[in-house]
């Protein structure tokens, strides 16, 4: 036996394994099921989710979830996608208004990205509101320490990590060696 399912194999378990088509998706973090907690986000920091491509996908958008809409105007609020060595592969225009509006959150790339399996990249997150930053869905109650294991790896294999703080734009590029999971949360996040 090689250890791989058929499709009659797959399609049989019990109970089925979620996949990410299953909610009209390319990728995504976790089921959206999983999204059982919120946390506020701070100002200016730089939040990453790192993955690691299953097929091939030309990525045109990053989703997030808004469970609380923040408040006030934004000086600085984008999405974007990062290589494994931390450059800047492409950003969003300010998503302020979608942060203010609440609920699924699709983010336009300024340039889609093709994906291949095996490749690693980081989603980012950059909210940064005049009056209450936003609350974002969570996965799996919150516990960001077991989210990230294997405890005691590399920063950069961090899954839920921060990579800067005090930040009005994504820089172009970031230190993945330099992430860390104080004050990161594990964000749900997905691409269409």
């Known amino acids: 036996m090689s250890g791989v399912l058929t499709p009659a194999q797959f399609a049989n378990l019990d109970p089925p394994i979620w996949e990410p ?4 998706l390319l990728e995504a973090i976790s089921d959206t099921g999983m999204m059982t907690a919120t946390t506020l986000l701070v100002a200016g920091t730089l939040y990453l989710m790192r993955m690691v491509t299953k097929r091939t996908a030309t990525l045109t958008n990053l989703e997030w979830f808004t469970s609380t809409a923040g408040a006030g105007a934004s000086t600085g609020s984008f999405s974007g996608l990062y290589s494994a060595a931390g450059v800047l592969l492409a950003g969003s225009a300010d998503i302020g208004a979608q942060l203010v509006a609440g609920n699924r959150l699709s983010v336009p790339l300024t340039t889609p990205q093709l994906l291949i399996p095996g490749q690693v990249t980081y ?18 109650n919150n516990n960001t320490i077991r989210f990230n294991t294997p405890i005691g790896g590399p920063s950069a294999g961090l899954r839920a990590s ?3 703080t005090g930040l009005v734009a994504l820089p172009a590029n970031i230190t993945p060696a330099n992430n860390v999971q104080a004050g990161a949360f594990p964000l749900w ?3 269409t």
């Open 21 to 24: 088509s299953d909610s009209t």
């Open 123 to 140: 989603r980012a997150l950059l909210c940064n509101l005049a009056t209450t930053q936003a609350t974002m869905a969570v996965v799996a």
């Open 162 to 164: 921060v990579n800067g």
């Open 189 to 191: 996040t997905a691409s």
